[in-house]
């Protein structure tokens, strides 16, 4: 009776033993899986393996790995993600590789850094003028290529949007190419269809999604633009005339410009203005899309990465928790305005508001649809860095924002 009774205890006893190594177990497993899911930069990526290309320039391009596409034909869609002040073309490995994973076999992602660093002080006009050349370079080494889309952070919106309209007008450039091949000037008819053809093109190829993520599409110089002043007037005054360390772009961005008696670069950018069709070369797009934080981005006003005025900004109260995308909070549909409007650049510039400058940029760049989507990181531990989160610039740092980039990998047009 009395072993019975002990070997009825041992059995308990090891029962008791092995129910509570399956507990720490499971304990352990939960805190590893709660570690992982904080810290971003420890999650593993699976599913289609990339491949990455160096350039001479220091950018790189990324495209599915060999045995990531159903087929062996080249990608026909070029997509050029353009960086932020003192940015560079590594900001846009986390972003690139969730494009190139969702589409393997229809994208190449080129990370451009003809602005990179340093660089970037140079002047929205020049910084366009690199991203033209290298996008025409990316292009000739891709035959394949059939269709071409943008993606700016910040700063890079605005040499995105300066660079279009050189690449638009590129038809010149083409056709004289073209002429000296021997293929064109035999028919005038020829001339005329090559050209019509080629206005409705950028850098050759059909141009479909045009998207910025706190961008400065209205400068920073209007009240409230550059939220870190917290709208106090004499900081915004300052900050104007202290605009100027920030090289040539900090002027544009300031609109403290106007380079032979020329209105300021932003708001000749708001139209066609002389050689340059700004707008002409944004409508090309199939999707114009405005990524804006609504707040803790103390660089970029809401306000002017939205492409709205003040007094449309939606009310917080509205906002909507996306089970799937936790920090999309707002969606606005395409909406055309003042499609037929005409106004003067200079008459603006002469009165001297930049309040009525603002309403021109507004009104010259709302004349085609835009998609808005707001994003809050309100209760993320990175709301702070919410300029940098919603593009992920720094996967360790900056991880709350993946939701931002699936959002806009999962809306990317083909």
């Known amino acids: 009776m009395e072993m019975g009774f002990e070997e009825t205890n041992l059995t308990n006893q090891s029962t008791m033993e092995i ?58 869609h070029l997509v050029v993600m353009v960086n932020g002040i003192i940015g560079s073309a590594q900001n846009w490995r986390y972003v690139a590789k969730q494009f190139v994973k969702a589409y393997p076999n229809d994208l190449i992602v080129h990370c451009s850094e003809s602005n990179s660093s340093m660089l970037t002080f140079d002047g929205v006009d020049v910084m366009g003028k690199r ?48 002429d000296e091949n021997g293929e064109c000037g035999k028919i005038e008819t020829q001339i005329s269809s090559l050209e019509d053809k080629l206005r409705r093109n950028i850098a050759g190829l059909e141009p479909v999604n045009f998207i910025t993520s706190a961008t400065p599409h209205l400068g920073c110089r209007g009240h409230k633009q550059v939220p870190v002043f917290c709208g106090f007037y004499a900081m915004e005054k300052l900050a104007s ?12 961005l300031f609109l403290s410009d106007c380079d032979d008696g020329k209105p300021p670069l932003l708001l000749r ?22 990524y804006a934080n609504t707040r803790f981005d103390h660089l970029v006003g809401w306000s002017s990465s939205s492409l709205r005025r003040h007094k449309e900004l939606p009310n917080h109260r509205k906002f909507q928790k996306n089970a799937k995308y936790p920090h999309v909070v707002n969606e606005e549909k395409p909406n055309a305005q003042n499609c037929h409007e005409e106004f003067s650049l200079e ?8 309040s009525e400058m603002e309403e021109t940029m507004i009104r010259g760049l709302t004349r085609m649809s835009w998609e808005r989507v707001d ?15 919603i593009q992920v610039k720094t996967r360790c740092i900056n991880y709350d924002g993946a939701d931002v980039i699936q959002h806009t990998v999962d809306n990317f047009q083909l």
């Open 375 to 389: 994003v809050s990181f309100s209760g993320s531990i990175q709301r702070l860095l919410a300029h940098n989160t």
């Open 131 to 178: 991203l033209a050349d290298e996008v025409i370079c990316v292009v000739d080494s891709h035959p394949s290529l059939r269709k071409i889309s943008f993606v700016g952070h910040s700063l890079g919106g605005l040499i995105a949007r300066y660079a279009i309209a050189l690449l638009y007008n590129k038809q010149d450039l083409l056709i004289k190419n073209s």
């Open 19 to 76: 129910k509570l190594k399956r507990q720490m177990k499971k304990k352990t497993k939960r805190s590893r899986n709660f570690l992982i899911s904080r810290l971003g930069c420890f999650r593993f990526d699976g599913g289609v393996s990339t491949a990455e290309t160096p350039d001479s320039d220091g950018g790189f391009s990324v495209e599915a790995g060999s045995g990531g596409r159903r087929d062996h034909s080249p990608p026909t």
């Open 241 to 252: 005339r202290a605009s100027w360390l920030l090289g040539k772009t900090g002027r544009h």
């Open 347 to 354: 008459a603006k510039v002469a009165k001297g508001k930049i």
């Open 269 to 290: 950018m708001s139209t066609d203005y002389e050689d340059l069709k700004f707008i002409s070369a944004l409508k090309l797009f199939k999707r114009r899309v405005a």
